[in-house]
């Protein structure tokens, strides 16, 4: 545990421990591997355990109320000291959102070895947001007071629901956070409470004109020698503009570096990674990267990495299935065996995509032709363990109805993570529904650790058995079972589309 987390918890000891004994006292009580604690070192989680539990035993109140006390104190004071990496226009769900890019910032980037719990969130509305907790310490009662010690520094009331609980022999906790007042500041407009993209527009985008797009005006007018026309789309590491080539007469779609990330090392190297991961792979199911630049201005202490890409004509599979409904037979094995193709490039080059849905797939043109985009989570396999790091390999990120077990669990990760996310697509093409459910988040995430689905010939009879017993492999709970690359799907697939026959032109 990171040594500032024991230099306020001498503080909290005088103030918890008031009139019982003293932080002296509790020391004097408590064996621990270090006689004083660095607000700069790095130490055991057993001895701050064990000086909680002493508090405790001397306060004569339990460890979970003792922790979430702690917790409360905590809060206010870390975001002080993560003044220079919190947005001052956050507020209480923004700063909770956005803590696991705080942490990589403050702890993991000055600490390498230091494992701070698995944080993931998904922001359900302005006023709610769901998280999942996992960490061998099972602190959750301090990760609800660090919460409500936020809350309370902003002036702001909050109600918090745990589904799921460690403590409860759960896998992982779970919190539904619902902002219910602000006490000191109005309420602000969704736009600027929450930050979203466009799923058709996270990445990529159909070329339309620009007035088609509402212009946010924004600044500067030319990124890397690109003039912008408009802005499509905006998130917590990047804006993506729609702007033209005037060398070249060409409309491209131009992701940039929010500059308040772009100071932050850890953050600054994902983004590049994630652009150059992508740029590695030339193949015609994933996405063409034209350029990778660094924009700085006169007076700039820190330049701002952009990712130039290809503008595509078309939809995502996402929306398209939404447009059309059920997506024939013959265009489900088309539309996976280009999904496949395109992974099997990226593994080839040892990347993982670790996000494969329905709106990272643009189906481009008249031929509605598979382009993979958004390589933000990518993984290189051949990389050194710092360089994994910036990818937040020890995180549970992604999109939860996707997502490979063993992600959700913290396992080893390799390619037939993907395959289990193509498996997913599949299944709710064919099915019209996902094979694992839930109402909210932690329920979906629940609900593919337990890996129990229903057979797809069970909710679409008419699939046939050889679709239907692919699907199932690639959904199968144990990588293992899995079919061992992207190359033998693509192959799976060819033999089935052989025996069904030609299928006619889109």
């Known amino acids: 545990m990171h040594g500032l987390i024991f230099f306020y918890l001498q503080k909290f000891a005088d103030v918890a421990a008031a009139g019982s004994t003293s932080w002296q006292g509790i020391r004097s009580s408590v064996t621990t591997t270090a006689s004083k604690f660095l607000p700069s070192g790095t130490y055991p989680d057993a001895d701050a355990v064990a000086i909680l539990s002493t508090i405790a035993e001397t306060t004569g109140r339990p460890l979970p109320t003792i922790l979430e006390e702690f917790g409360r104190f905590l809060a206010p004071h870390l975001v002080k000291v993560a003044g220079q990496v919190v947005d001052p226009e956050w507020r209480t769900l923004d700063l909770i959102e956005h803590t696991e890019a705080i942490i990589h910032a403050m702890i993991r980037t000055t600490t390498p070895g230091a494992a701070p719990p698995v944080l993931e969130t998904v922001r359900q509305s302005p006023n709610e947001l769901h998280l999942v907790y996992n960490s061998a310490r099972r602190l959750c009662p301090l990760a609800s007071g660090l919460m409500r010690g936020i809350a309370a520094h902003y002036g702001e009331t909050i109600r918090i629901e745990e589904p799921s609980c460690l403590l409860r022999g759960d896998p992982f906790c779970s919190f539904v956070i619902e902002q219910i007042a602000t006490d000191t500041h109005e309420p602000r407009s969704p736009l600027t409470e929450t930050v979203v993209f466009s799923p058709s527009l996270d990445d990529l985008v159909a070329e339309v004109p620009a007035a088609a797009f509402v212009t946010q005006n924004p600044s500067p007018t030319t990124i890397g020698g690109y003039r912008v026309l408009a802005t499509i789309g905006r998130g917590a590491m990047g804006q993506v503009y729609l702007a033209e080539d005037e060398r070249l007469k060409r409309r491209v779609a131009l992701k940039v ?250």
């Open 257 to 506: 570096m929010h500059s308040t990330r772009a100071s932050d090392s850890v953050a600054r190297r994902r983004f590049l990674r994630e652009s150059r991961a992508t740029a590695a792979i030339e193949h015609p199911h994933v996405v063409t990267i034209y350029q990778v630049g660094e924009h700085r201005q006169a007076g700039d202490q820190v330049g701002l990495p952009f990712i130039v890409m290809q503008c595509l004509h078309g939809d995502t599979l996402g929306a398209y299935r939404a447009r059309v409904g059920r997506v024939p037979l013959p265009e489900v094995l088309r539309i996976g065996r280009e999904i496949a193709e395109g992974l099997s490039a990226a593994h080839h080059r040892g990347l993982i995509h670790r996000d494969i849905k329905p709106e990272n797939i643009i189906l481009e043109g008249p031929s509605r032709q598979v382009k993979l985009i958004d390589f933000g989570l990518v993984l290189d396999l051949d990389t050194d363990h710092s360089a994994a790091n910036a990818t937040m390999d020890d995180a549970v990120i992604g999109t939860p109805a996707y997502m490979a077990p063993e992600r959700i669990d913290n396992h080893s990760v390799d390619e037939r993570a993907d395959l289990f996310g193509l498996g997913v697509v599949l299944y709710e093409l064919l099915a019209d529904r996902l094979p694992f459910t839930g109402t909210s988040m932690m329920a979906m995430l629940a609900s593919i650790a337990r890996g129990l689905p229903p057979s797809l010939r069970s909710v679409a009879p008419e699939v046939p058995a050889d679709v239907s017993a692919l699907v199932m492999q690639l959904i199968a709970h144990d990588p293992a079972d899995r079919p061992a690359s992207a190359e033998a799907v693509v192959q799976a697939i060819a033999v089935i589309e052989k025996r069904l026959g030609p299928s006619p032109p889109p």
